[in-house]
């Protein structure tokens, strides 16, 4: 028997949710919910100066509104330090942290190895530094020559060496911050997380994280990354569109209208109609999904 799967949305409350984010938050939701799972809201928030409470309470306010349940609410990560600490102590026990000095310009040189999608790979410079400066340092953990592959519900199989592709990574800034990465792994990993669903956007920090759950000791969960919308001109969404965030949507549309619309578009529905994410379960299939990206026509939106 499968055990109960658990999902999770993770929004940045730095604005209001575009298309994009109420897209893999339905996606995230619908494959969990159509298995009678659960669903864990945490609020991605590392980024103090930009997020906010009042963003986080209005984006709890827009998933309700669609519809989109959640079965508990995992502390916010600003409050989470001191759990990443102990995660990093770990890392610090088996000997694979050090801390590396390299300025944003030297890591972003022309000299540096680039990959395809124009992110640096870390030659390890700071390995085994002499002579360190007077500084406070970001902190990388090393990578083994080992190839890590998934299989992704949507995408297909995925293979990255994170010593070629990618290097030793950060895991906390020189301000003390912990990134992105060892947040999510530890925050999914002791939320039970067993399938990661987030825009495709995010595919190559799947082998990241799964190489901390390793040595963190989590299982894996599944991963399913869902295609981007993008504008009909082919801009990604941002946060800057105000004209395609839930602000403007809601005063234009019912949940079941825009829902509907994103069911069609996505390829789980055969004609637009309105629905709501609960009578959509029954329809949810990976299958159905379209992997390309998704460009979007906003006037047939609000048609
Ligand atoms: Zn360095």
């Not at 890591?107 to 640096?120: F, K, N």
């Not at 800057?240 to 549309?253: E, I, N, P, V």
């Amino acid at each position: 028997m499968e055990k109960t799967p658990v999902g999770r949305f993770a929004p940045t409350p730095s604005g209001r949710m575009h298309l994009g984010n109420v897209f893999a938050g339905l996606i995230a939701w619908l494959s969990v919910k159509s298995r009678n799972g659960r669903m864990v809201l945490r609020m991605e928030d590392l980024d103090t100066l930009r997020t906010s409470d009042e963003f986080a309470q209005t984006l709890r306010e827009d998933l309700r509104w669609l519809g989109l349940t959640w079965d508990w609410e995992q502390t916010q990560q600003s409050r989470r330090s001191e759990i990443y600490d102990r995660y990093f102590a770990m890392l610090e026990e088996k000997g694979l942290l050090y801390p590396c000095y390299c300025t944003r310009s030297q890591l972003h040189s022309v000299d540096a190895p680039h990959r395809a999608d124009g992110t640096y790979v870390y030659p390890g410079t700071c390995r085994n530094l002499a002579d360190p400066p007077d500084r406070a340092p970001a902190w990388r953990v090393m990578v083994p020559q080992k190839t890590w592959a998934l299989e992704d519900l949507l995408q297909g199989p995925y293979t990255e060496n994170l010593a070629t592709d990618c290097g030793d990574f950060v895991v906390r800034r020189a301000d003390g911050v912990y990134v992105y990465q060892l947040a999510v792994t530890v925050d999914d990993g002791e939320a039970g997380v067993t399938e990661v669903v987030r825009g495709v956007d995010l595919l190559s920090s799947a082998p990241r994280q799964m190489y901390l759950q390793e040595l963190f000791g989590f299982d894996h969960p599944a991963y399913g990354h869902v295609p981007l919308l993008l504008a009909p001109d082919g801009r990604r969404l941002s946060k800057r569109d105000k004209d395609l965030d839930l602000g403007y949507l809601r005063s234009h549309l019912k949940p079941e209208e825009l829902i509907g619309s994103l069911a069609h578009t996505c390829g789980l529905l055969d004609r637009s109609e309105p629905i709501s994410a609960e009578e959509l379960r029954s329809e949810f299939s990976w299958e159905k999904l379209k992997k390309e990206d998704i460009y979007l026509d906003a006037q047939l939106l609000l048609g």
